[in-house]
Each structure stands twice: as structure tokens, then as C-alpha cells.
């Protein structure tokens, strides 16, 4: 059992990851995560994945997945690709330098290792 996001429906295997799914998504950019977050669980952005899952999970849809994790999103009518779930690029502005660099970093690896899975 698990939960789906309640804005893309990804699956999550529990409350903490489902709270940690919908902050990533919205910190990262990705603007349908973040505006569910503000109308729902205002004052998202403060709390901890326990509090911010107790809050969002009643929004979410309990359900029975073969497999609960994020690398099978493809599989369940979400987004197969990093690029495709986050805009490249965005919010990093507002990042000190080393984040930056850690986020320039894993976009990068992200890309050989899909681009590695096509070849």
C-alpha cells in the first residue's frame, strides 16, 4: 500500500515520502507541486516531512502499487524523465554557491544516466 501524489499521482510508499515527494518537486520548481502545497498545507515550507505528511495525506489516495518508487514513475502516468517533471534551471538563483554546485551536479548525473538507459 501507498499513497499517490494527489498532483501527479506518482507513488509514494508512505507519509514521509510522499511529504518529501510534494517539497522536492515544489523546491526544485515545479509550479503544480508547489501551488497545491500553498493552498493546501500553508506554511509547508516550515515543517518537517512527519508534519507536512500527516497534513498532505488526507488529500492523497490510498492505493495498492506493485511498486512504490519514484524510478518506476513511468509505469504509473508520470513523468519518465527528470527534465519532464522539473524545469531546468529553476529556482537556482536563489541558491547559495555550494548548493548550486550540488544541483548542477546531480542534473548532470541524472542526464549521463538516462542518457546511458537509451543507448
Given at each position: 500500500m501507498?499513497?499517490a501524489?494527489?498532483?501527479c499521482?506518482?507513488?509514494?510508499?508512505?507519509e514521509?515520502?510522499?511529504?518529501?515527494?510534494?517539497?522536492?518537486a515544489a523546491m526544485?520548481g515545479n509550479?503544480?507541486h508547489?501551488?497545491?502545497?500553498?493552498?493546501h498545507?500553508?506554511?509547508?515550507?516550515?515543517?518537517?516531512?512527519?508534519?507536512l505528511?500527516?497534513r498532505?495525506?488526507?488529500?492523497a489516495?490510498?492505493e495498492e502499487?506493485?511498486?512504490?518508487f519514484?524510478?518506476?514513475a513511468?509505469?504509473?502516468?508520470?513523468?519518465?524523465?527528470?527534465?519532464?517533471?522539473v524545469?531546468p534551471?529553476r529556482?537556482r538563483q536563489?541558491?547559495?554557491?555550494?548548493?548550486?554546485e550540488?544541483?548542477?551536479?546531480?542534473?548532470?548525473?541524472?542526464?549521463?544516466?538516462?542518457?546511458?538507459?537509451?543507448e
Open positions: 501507498g499513497y501524489c494527489p498532483v499521482e506518482i507513488p509514494q510508499q508512505d514521509t515520502h510522499l511529504a518529501n515527494h510534494l517539497a522536492f526544485l509550479e503544480d508547489e501551488g497545491w502545497l500553498d493552498e498545507v500553508p506554511g509547508w515550507g516550515e515543517m518537517d516531512p512527519e508534519t505528511g500527516e498532505a495525506v488526507p488529500f489516495s490510498e502499487f506493485e511498486t512504490v519514484e524510478d518506476t513511468h509505469d504509473h502516468g508520470g513523468p519518465g524523465r527528470l527534465e519532464d517533471a524545469p534551471q529556482g536563489t541558491m547559495g554557491g555550494e548548493a548550486s550540488i544541483l548542477a551536479e546531480a542534473e548532470a548525473m541524472t542526464r549521463e544516466m538516462y542518457e546511458s538507459e537509451e
